[in-house]
């Protein structure tokens, strides 16, 4: 199984890291040709916006939809949160995601209050895990077959819908690879 680190921008490394002590191996994509090689696609925090612009201007915009469209499993943490989402609040001026989760995604939402902070929370039922949040975004609303992993306060801030996961924090960030295996596992049982 290859599973794809989408390196528009972002923390790619962290990313890749993650996967190979979560059992599997990752590589970059930056190309719709490396895109076709993969089996499943990890999309990095960093910016979304940017995300979107880079995604258009290296022609994968279209490609990323179709293979979503199409049933590629994926990840989305923070910025790939967003990219994820159906619907956005809090946008730039015409920003457009991938789409594929039904779900309302607010942008910097925890951003207002404080910019960066990291809280113990139950991922998955697979106990305490340690997150940490960046200007992070976090689910507004989902639809009713959106599963939701975790919740930070009353927030909700990892779901999954078939095969999409999206997470508001960075756990690539913390060594701990719980989520990039319950990825993985994932991946594996589809
Ligand atoms: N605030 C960023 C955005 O809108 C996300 C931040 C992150 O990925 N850490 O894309």
New binding site residues.
Partial sequence: MKIGVLALQ?DVREHLDALAEAGAAGFPVRRPEELDAADALVIP?????T?WKLATAFELLEPLRMRIKAGLPAYG????M?MLADRIEGGVEGQQTLGGIDMVVR??AF?RQVDSFEADLDFAGRGPLRAVF????WVESVAADVEVLARAGDRIVAVRQGPLLATSF?PELTGDARVHSYFVEMVREL
């Fill in positions: 972002g925090g960093g910016e979304s916006t995300i943490s923070c910025a790939g967003i942008r910097n951003g960046i200007r992070a975004p960075h």
